[in-house]
């Protein structure tokens, strides 16, 4: 978006813009992870179907992910970040209607699918609009609306819902329908790509070169370029490690009879955001290196020292620092992928990243499931102490190599 002797501005229109509709999105997002579970209890009268509701939720984002990315990669991400939200605004406006279990579960299905559209297209927008020298701060800062959404979003939705009458669930799903259309008609105002089809982040790109040979571009793998793949592994590997945390620590907490475990989360999302403001500057201006070892190990030793923790303070401590390499390694996987791919085909990066972290949470929720009924808590903690090992050993054998022949 930038000539090479213009300054370096991360704050344009489109990024900001691209931000807050994300923001909205996101909102909605965790609106309905806190609330739809109950809501579809009180349909049903059984747990079942309320895991059923975020199952598939999640299920079709995944599945979506990789066709919005290369269909954004072929005909432009603006149009499938339109498509995401208004896809949203309908499914939130069709929760009104969804009286019975198997039209909410087809509702839910179609939120998720353009949940799946948006979040992946809007980090393909965010990319081509931040400047290369600046992305992972860029990429840092963007995440920082997901941070917001989560912690704030589930507190207003509970608090509308109340006590679980279902007219306090139509109250807060037409305020979903108006914050998910708010983010649509804020994506129709992103104009980089009609103003400038030719320029796209890092410097300026002839036309024949976007729209023309493939040749001219890295070869690929069912549409992703091979430099995702081992930077994909490394995303999973932590978040599958990361799914003991999210999944597990509160029933770890009352099996200890640590008590509520609530502030953990707040103390963590503090570190978290910190770093995300704090350690892009550092990832751009001294290579990746620096922050992402020392982030992956502090998170297996935070990881590892979790069953031996016996009290809320002790829990409370290990958040913080854990929330700091979270928000530190993260961006800076992310950036490494951009950076290293296409800029043509960073739609396809953003599915890979963010599928990646799909397929990392549901796999480690699994997994861990079957190892703390099977076994205990310390082995649900080693194991994610492991993970998170592997993705190092990767990031510094397997990514070493990539670099080399990139």
Same mark, same amino acid.
């Given at each position: 978006?930038?000539?090479?002797?213009?300054?370096?501005?991360?704050?344009?229109?489109?990024?900001?813009?691209?931000?807050?509709?994300?923001?909205?999105?996101?909102?909605?997002?965790?609106?309905?992870?806190?609330?739809?579970?109950?809501?579809?209890?009180?349909?049903?009268?059984?747990?079942?179907?309320?895991?059923?509701?975020?199952?598939?939720?999640?299920?079709?984002?995944?599945? @979506?992910?990789?066709?919005?990315?290369?269909?954004?990669?072929?005909?432009?991400?603006?149009?499938?970040?339109?498509?995401?939200?208004?896809?949203?605004?309908? =499914?939130?406006?069709?929760?009104?209607?969804?009286?019975?279990?198997?039209?909410?579960?087809?509702?839910?299905?179609?939120?998720?699918?353009?949940?799946?559209?948006?979040?992946?297209?809007?980090?393909?927008?965010?990319?081509?609009?931040?400047?290369?020298?600046?992305?992972?701060?860029?990429?840092?800062?963007?995440? !920082?609306?997901?941070?917001?959404?989560?912690?704030?979003?589930?507190?207003?939705? !509970?608090?509308?819902?109340?006590?679980?009458?279902?007219?306090?669930?139509?109250?807060?799903?037409?305020?979903?329908?108006?914050?998910?259309?708010?983010?649509?008609?804020?994506?129709?105002?992103?104009?980089?790509?009609?103003?400038?089809?030719?320029?796209?982040?890092? /410097?300026? @790109?002839?036309?024949?070169?976007?729209? /023309?040979?493939?040749?001219?571009?890295?070869?690929?793998?069912?549409?992703?370029?091979?430099?995702?793949?081992?930077?994909?592994? @490394?995303?999973?590997?932590?978040?599958?490690? !990361?799914?003991?945390?999210?999944?597990?620590?509160?029933?770890?907490?009352?099996?200890?009879?640590?008590?509520?475990?609530?502030?953990?989360?707040?103390?963590?999302?503090?570190?978290?955001?910190?770093?995300?403001?704090?350690?892009?500057?550092?990832?751009?201006?001294?290579?990746?290196?620096?922050? *992402?070892?020392?982030?992956?190990?502090?998170?297996?030793?935070?990881? =590892?020292?979790?069953?031996?923790?016996?009290?809320?303070?002790?829990?409370?401590?290990?958040?913080?620092?854990?929330?700091?390499?979270?928000?530190? *390694?993260?961006?800076?996987?992310?950036?490494?992928?951009?950076?290293?791919?296409?800029?043509?085909?960073?739609?396809?990066?953003?599915?890979?990243?963010?599928?990646?972290?799909?397929?990392?949470?549901?796999?480690?929720?699994?997994?861990?499931?079957?190892?703390?009924?099977?076994?205990?808590?310390?082995?649900?903690?080693?194991?994610?102490?492991?993970?998170?090992?592997?993705?190092?050993? @990767?990031?510094?054998?397997? !990514?070493?190599?990539?670099?080399?022949?990139?």
């Amino acid at each position: 978006m930038i000539n090479a002797s213009a300054p370096e501005r991360l704050w344009t229109k489109d990024y900001v813009i691209v931000m807050i509709a994300s923001s909205g999105i996101s909102f909605c997002n965790y609106f309905f992870f806190s609330t739809l579970p109950i809501y579809a209890q009180n349909l049903s009268g059984s747990a079942v179907y309320a895991g059923l509701v975020t199952g598939v939720y999640t299920l079709a984002a995944m599945i @979506i992910r990789p066709f919005s990315g290369i269909l954004s990669d072929q005909f432009g991400r603006t149009k499938l970040l339109i498509l995401g939200a208004f896809i949203c605004s309908i =499914a939130c406006a069709l929760y009104s209607f969804a009286s019975g279990l198997i039209l909410l579960i087809a509702v839910r299905a179609l939120n998720g699918i353009g949940f799946g559209i948006h979040s992946t297209c809007a980090g393909a927008v965010a990319a081509d609009v931040i400047p290369k020298a600046r992305m992972t701060e860029g990429l840092g800062y963007f995440g !920082l609306y997901g941070t917001i959404a989560a912690a704030v979003a589930p507190g207003i939705a !509970l608090l509308i819902i109340g006590s679980g009458e279902l007219w306090r669930f139509q109250v807060l799903f037409v305020l979903a329908t108006m914050v998910s259309f708010t983010s649509m008609i804020f994506d129709c105002f992103i104009t980089y790509e009609r103003n400038s089809e030719n320029k796209l982040n890092g /410097g300026f @790109i002839s036309a024949e070169q976007i729209r /023309g040979d493939d040749e001219l571009l890295p070869k690929t793998w069912l549409g992703f370029e091979y430099a995702v793949f081992v930077p994909a592994a @490394i995303v999973t590997l932590l978040h599958v490690a !990361l799914s003991s945390v999210t999944s597990f620590l509160t029933l770890f907490a009352l099996e200890r009879g640590l008590g509520n475990v609530g502030l953990f989360f707040t103390f963590n999302a503090a570190g978290l955001f910190l770093s995300r403001l704090l350690c892009g500057k550092v990832v751009d201006r001294r290579g990746t290196d620096i922050v *992402v070892i020392p982030a992956i190990l502090v998170l297996a030793i935070c990881l =590892a020292l979790v069953p031996f923790v016996d009290s809320l303070v002790g829990l409370y401590i290990v958040s913080v620092p854990l929330g700091l390499a979270q928000g530190a *390694v993260v961006p800076a996987i992310y950036a490494l992928m951009f950076n290293r791919c296409s800029p043509k085909r960073r739609g396809t990066v953003s599915a890979a990243f963010s599928s990646a972290i799909d397929i990392g949470y549901g796999f480690g929720s699994i997994t861990f499931g079957f190892i703390a009924a099977g076994f205990n808590y310390y082995f649900v903690y080693w194991g994610a102490m492991l993970s998170t090992i592997s993705a190092l050993v @990767i990031y510094w054998k397997g !990514l070493a190599t990539w670099k080399m022949i990139s």
